[in-house]
């Protein structure tokens, strides 16, 4: 099926939108790892709404999560696309995959280290 060409800016977004909505949908569907991190999303946000005193706490609390899942599919699009290249073993290859890798495990720390301070601030 060939992609759609957009005619103007708002349909441009409509189909930014669905491509993006499918890529959420094939990482759900391959990766546990994200659909482990969305639970923990499902978890945290009632809790982020629950002990924040304001409106931005609440929203970094929820945000800095979001950047965990936003480096995971970064992480997905960077093993995907060396995948596609080749299944051979490559020492460049690999260190794509492990800073992609990284990159998920630099997130989660940035994220304990707002969730920790939150607490201690709170607590």
Same mark, same amino acid.
């Given at each position: 099926? !060939?992609? +759609?060409?957009?005619?103007?800016?708002?349909?441009?977004?409509?189909?930014?939108?669905?491509?993006?909505?499918?890529?959420? $949908?094939?990482?759900?569907?391959?990766?546990?790892?994200?659909?482990?991190?969305?639970?923990?999303?499902?978890?945290?946000?009632?809790?982020?709404?629950?002990?924040?005193?304001? !409106? *931005?706490?609440?929203?970094?609390?929820?945000?800095?999560?979001?950047?965990?899942?936003?480096?995971?599919?970064?992480?997905?699009?960077?093993?995907?696309?060396?995948? $596609?290249?080749?299944? +051979? $073993?490559?020492?460049?290859?690999?260190?794509?995959?492990? !800073?992609?890798? !990284? *990159?998920?495990?630099?997130?989660?720390?940035?994220?304990?280290?707002?969730?920790?301070?939150?607490?201690?601030?709170?607590?």
């Amino acid at each position: 099926m !060939a992609k +759609q060409k957009p005619v103007n800016e708002f349909q441009r977004l409509i189909l930014a939108t669905r491509n993006s909505l499918v890529g959420c $949908r094939q990482v759900w569907r391959d990766e546990a790892a994200f659909r482990s991190q969305i639970v923990i999303l499902v978890i945290i946000t009632p809790l982020a709404l629950w002990l924040s005193r304001s !409106a *931005m706490e609440c929203a970094l609390l929820i945000a800095v999560w979001l950047l965990v899942l936003l480096a995971e599919l970064g992480n997905t699009a960077i093993e995907a696309a060396i995948d $596609r290249i080749s299944t +051979q $073993r490559h020492h460049l290859s690999g260190k794509a995959k492990d !800073a992609g890798s !990284a *990159m998920v495990m630099m997130a989660m720390i940035i994220a304990a280290i707002v969730w920790l301070g939150f607490f201690m601030d709170r607590f």
